[in-house]
């Protein structure tokens, strides 16, 4: 059972399990039908006993503020050419970096000639994206109260199979804004490029591969020397 997947009453089943294996917090057998109707929160799988914590009744939860993270500010980046974000192809739930494009000039103290400060740098790393347009991302937060439950022996409700909550389909082609979760100093730097004229400042979404956590290593920032050093 996926995170946002509906409980069904064929979905669960009640099974004999020893006290020294019942986990704190489990749904009992005589509080099966509370289940129904509820959402899961985190992945569960077959056999497995279901606990307060991994199910929600999803009242309220579909806005935005559901989905940022704890620490985190969403921020909108208005997307003036779709090749900003890797030709609208990034989808709400991927994980991106964020390159950062200043086109400024420079004046040389000794010559007092005026030369082009082009800098290229990763602004933040391995960011959520939350929504693109209109279209956000699939999480289910646990916000109920806690209901508790533990020790002994007895029963313990298991999940079986699924049956997924449906969302609407949405194409990103044609999206005008781009959400995404930042801390918020690095949600301040975002938005100074953003609030920049288009050949001034830029930014670039750069989508990771699925599963890909690693910190970026080396060098991270870039200027005209680097692409053209003197010889």
């Known amino acids: 059972m996926n995170v946002g997947e509906k409980i069904t009453s064929d979905m669960l089943t ?3 399990i020893p006290a020294t294996a019942l986990l704190p917090g489990r749904v009992k057998d005589s509080d099966l039908s509370t289940l129904v109707g509820k959402v899961a929160t985190a992945p569960m799988f077959a056999g497995e006993q279901v606990i307060d914590a991994k199910v929600t009744t999803y009242v309220g939860q579909d806005t935005l503020a559901y989905k940022v993270p704890q620490g985190m500010r969403a921020i909108s980046l208005q997307v003036p050419h779709e090749a900003w974000i890797a030709a609208g192809l990034p989808q709400p739930g991927d994980r991106v970096d964020i390159l950062g494009i200043t086109t400024l000039s420079k004046v040389d103290p000794l010559t007092g000639e005026e030369k082009p400060n082009v800098v290229a740098g990763y602004i933040a790393q391995d960011v959520e994206v ?5 279209a956000v991302v699939k999480t289910v937060p646990k916000v109920d ?3 508790g439950g533990a020790g002994g022996t007895g029963t313990g409700t298991s999940a079986t199979t699924a049956g997924a909550v449906k969302q609407e389909a949405a194409t990103y082609e ?7 979760a930042l801390p918020p ?11 920049m004229r288009d050949d001034v400042g830029q930014y670039r979404i750069l989508p990771r591969q699925k599963g890909d956590t690693d910190p970026i290593t080396g060098k991270q920032v870039w200027t005209y020397d680097d692409l053209f050093p003197v010889r």
């Open 185 to 195: 100093d690095l949600a301040a730097k975002v938005a100074l490029i953003d609030a």
């Open 145 to 147: 109260g806690a209901n």
């Open 14 to 16: 009640t099974r004999t």
């Open 130 to 134: 939350l929504a693109v347009a209109q």
């Open 174 to 180: 044609k999206a005008v804004s781009i959400t995404l």
